[in-house]
């Protein structure tokens, strides 16, 4: 079966210290997104990669990183300069359409989210 | 820039009731647009998608026209039933770049 996987599913973190988040697909999608959802409130771009070893910052890149070392997987590292980082983490990826070579991707692909707590 | 805006949850419905969320959207040129749909304690699952003007999505009875003139996509049921709670955000991706922009989210409880 082809999809994303998220792990763990629930991590808790102590102040001060990093945890990563694993996301991997084998769907063979170029591009891959990290965003964060608080409760009640929408979807905010952390990071986004396009392909291997290039990356983007999106919205709230701040206290966070991520690596992009081969196309399934793309890990988000929390810092402990995140200072708000309880929240549910998900990770999505998306194909490149590329039917009229203006860069269009279709739709984007889900993991089932890492909720992240910080004790 | 771009951006979603999408009617303000909660909303509770009875079961068989008529389902219209509302999304509106700014955006330069023609962007594709989408719906999302999130159980609890979940991700989002894709739950229709319009790529350009007067295209009609629809998937598990759900449907929403993308209406260039209006700029909106608004999302409908007919008949809505309990297993349709959830959240559901509306979302669009312009053809050049590769950012996707979300509403906040709709909340629906169907009571039985």
């Known amino acids: 079966d082809g999809g994303i996987t998220q792990s763990p599913k629930y991590l808790f973190r102590k102040e001060g210290q990093n945890v990563t988040l694993s996301c991997e697909q084998n769907?063979?999608?170029?591009?891959m997104y990290w965003y964060r959802q608080d409760p009640g409130q929408g979807l905010r771009l952390i990071y986004y990669?396009?392909?291997?070893?290039?990356?983007q910052k999106g919205d709230i890149a701040e206290g966070y990183s991520v690596s992009r070392e081969k196309k399934e997987s793309f890990p988000l590292t929390v810092t402990s300069a995140q200072k708000n980082p309880t929240a549910f983490y998900l990770c999505?990826?998306?194909?490149?359409?590329?039917?009229?070579?203006?860069?269009?991707?279709?739709?984007?692909?889900f993991g089932p989210g890492t909720r992240l707590t910080v004790l | 820039g771009d951006s979603v805006t999408q009617m303000e949850g909660p909303v509770t419905l009875s079961e068989e009731a008529f389902l219209t969320i509302n999304c509106t959207y700014t955006?330069?040129?023609?962007?594709?647009l989408f719906w999302y749909v999130q159980y609890p304690g979940e991700g989002l699952q894709l739950l229709l998608k319009?790529?350009?003007?007067?295209d009609k999505g629809s998937n598990k009875g759900f449907e929403a026209t993308y209406r260039k003139e209006t700029t909106s996509f608004h999302l409908e049921k007919g008949s809505v039933q309990v297993s349709d709670s959830a959240v559901y955000f509306c979302?669009?991706?312009?053809?050049?770049?590769?950012?996707?922009?979300f509403g906040t989210g709709t909340s629906l409880t169907v009571i039985p």
């Open positions: 999505a990826s998306s194909a490149h359409a590329g039917t009229s070579g203006t860069g269009a991707y279709n739709e984007q692909f």
């Open positions: 769907l063979n999608h170029d591009a």
């Open positions: 990669s396009q392909i291997v070893n290039d990356f």
């Open positions: 955006a330069t040129g023609y962007p594709s």
């Open positions: 319009a790529t350009k003007a007067d």
């Open positions: 979302a669009l991706k312009r053809n050049t770049g590769n950012q996707f922009y």
